[in-house]
């Protein structure tokens, strides 16, 4: 984890239960999140605030206005 990743992340890092190790553990991670609806959207948003590092995002939909 680089210095710019430290600071990005501090306020997590900070927590007991998160730490280095668990933050690192986050960057190092691949999370697949199938659909992309109305709980995906801000899951997908959450997940990468967060630091997963790797997020693979499965939705079968056409973006379309009915669906934005």
């Given at each position: 984890?680089?210095?710019q990743d430290?600071?990005?992340y501090s306020r997590q890092?900070?927590?007991p239960e998160v730490?280095?190790?668990g933050q690192q553990?986050?960057?190092d991670s691949?999370?697949?999140l199938i659909g992309v609806g109305g709980l995906g959207s801000p899951s997908a948003m959450y997940l990468a605030a967060a630091g997963?590092?790797?997020l693979i995002i499965a939705?079968?939909?056409k973006v379309e206005l009915s669906n934005l």
């Open positions: 984890m680089n210095d430290l600071l990005r890092i900070i927590l730490g280095i190790e553990a986050l960057l691949t999370m697949l997963v590092g790797h939705d079968f939909d």
